[in-house]
């Protein structure tokens, strides 16, 4: 697909024969892009994500360029008229409901030229696209049986979907707390900003030779754990999030499961409702949240695997409300991982995977993950729920070159972030700079 005034590199068709000589079954061929600008510069780079369906209901990022294979676009009709204005978007939902044979250039191969009648430079050139392109989203919906309502997204041309929660299912929270104060805050805004009703909140504490785990019912319970001169709940012990966090899934019994720092205030009151209806979903193993630091900053909003192999945040730092990067950290997307500060998981996907790896003292959310996409599952990222998170004052920071090695050990092939281009980094420094 190519519009009359854009531009191909010059090396475009040589870049997408070459993937098709090498993979003869490919059958949708995207690449990055970027924008032209009036006095003829090449500005606005979109260094895309490889290919996630979680993504595609949240933007139509597939767009420029795309190369299809003839014999599907005409299995499924070519253009459809009704959707004029976001005939592509429909156009991708029908072809990729037939195919996941999907390849991703990581180069820029499209130049879209910027002009005032154009959505390039003006997104409000054609306004009436995006409720277009919601028809396009619930119509993929329909067509596959999914229960949810498409929605408008934060931005122009982002999207996002309701989907139906089936029943109301018991939620276990589950907090590994040391400090009074913190968990008394915590218990506080659950409490004040939670819509959802089927839940129970779980303290993990320090007992007198393991850790002990508490079911939380009007607040008082931990009182007599409490040291009144510190305010530290019960004796020291040696520190394992892990084990914490593993004992208290084995002594209950709720089929979804938040893990949840002692350091976080809730935002957004229907947190669990946004987490929920991803983690019901058979091919998710694992859900996170945007966590804002204190001054409303992007703590984390999904995590990426660096090229050492360790993992960090996605956009930490950014203003909570900007639309950087293509407005990336406001649409629910597909991630290899999420932090454990705040993570929705299907109990039976966790006692699958085995758990927390107790041998860990740091990575460990970040090893649960990695091991959740090895075997077969997605880790999904929602703006929608948003949490302050004070970061660590409770769990310490334990990290030595014997633990990163074990790491990287277990993951050795885990190099490269299908869901995540470096070059963002750089973009978002030199943004910093301005």
């Known amino acids: 697909l190519l519009d009359h005034d854009d531009e191909l590199a010059l090396f475009a068709l040589y870049e997408v024969v070459k993937v098709l000589n090498e993979s003869r079954d490919i059958d949708f061929i ?9 006095k003829g510069n090449y500005v606005d780079p979109f260094f895309k994500p490889d290919f996630s369906i979680h993504l595609l209901r949240s933007m139509n990022y597939l767009i420029h360029v795309a190369v299809m294979r003839k014999e599907l676009v005409e299995k499924v009709s070519g253009f459809n008229s009704e959707f004029d204005g976001a005939q592509d978007y429909d156009l991708f939902f029908r072809l990729l409901e037939k195919t996941n044979k999907v390849y991703h ?18 997104p409000l050139a054609k306004p009436w696209i995006y409720e277009k392109g919601k028809l396009a989203l619930q119509c993929h919906l329909v067509r596959l049986g999914i229960e949810g309502i498409a929605n408008i997204g934060a931005g122009y041309g982002l999207y996002f979907i309701d989907y139906k929660i089936k029943d109301t299912p018991a939620v276990d929270i589950i907090i590994p707390t040391r400090k009074m104060s913190l968990f008394k805050k915590c218990l506080k805004s659950i409490r004040n900003n939670t819509t959802w009703k089927n839940y129970k909140i779980w303290a993990v504490i320090n007992g007198n030779y393991d850790y002990e785990i508490v079911e939380i019912k009007d607040g008082t319970e931990l009182d007599g754990f409490a040291n009144q001169d510190t305010g530290l709940i019960g004796p020291p012990l040696p520190y394992n999030w892990s084990r914490m966090n593993n004992l208290a899934v084995s002594r209950t019994k709720a089929p979804y499961i938040i893990f ?10 229907n947190w669990i409702e946004n987490m929920l209806q991803y983690a019901q979903q058979k091919d998710v193993g694992g859900v996170g949240v945007m966590l804002l630091y204190p001054d409303n900053s992007i703590q984390h909003a999904g995590d990426f695997i660096t090229e050492n192999g360790t993992g960090d945040h996605c956009f930490n730092g950014m203003d909570s409300r900007s639309f950087e990067i293509n407005g990336l950290a406001q649409v629910v997307r597909e991630v290899s991982a999420v932090t454990g500060a705040c993570m929705m998981v299907r109990r039976d996907v966790f006692e699958e995977v085995g758990g927390f790896d107790e041998n860990l003292r740091n990575f460990d959310d970040y090893d649960f993950c990695l091991r959740l996409r090895e075997s077969g599952y997605k880790l999904i990222y929602t703006p929608y729920s948003k949490l302050y998170h004070h970061e660590s004052p409770t769990r310490p920071q334990i990290l030595d070159n014997k633990m990163v090695r074990y790491l990287l050990g277990r993951h050795k092939s885990k190099r490269f972030d299908p869901f995540y281009r470096y070059e963002w980094i750089n973009m978002y420094n030199r943004a910093r700079q301005r």
């Open 260 to 269: 949840l720092n002692d350091d976080i205030q809730i935002i957004t009151d």
């Open 105 to 122: 250039i990581r180069k820029i191969l499209y130049h879209w030229r910027k002009s005032s009648s154009s959505g390039a430079q003006n």
């Open 30 to 38: 995207y690449s990055d892009e970027d924008k032209i600008d009036e």
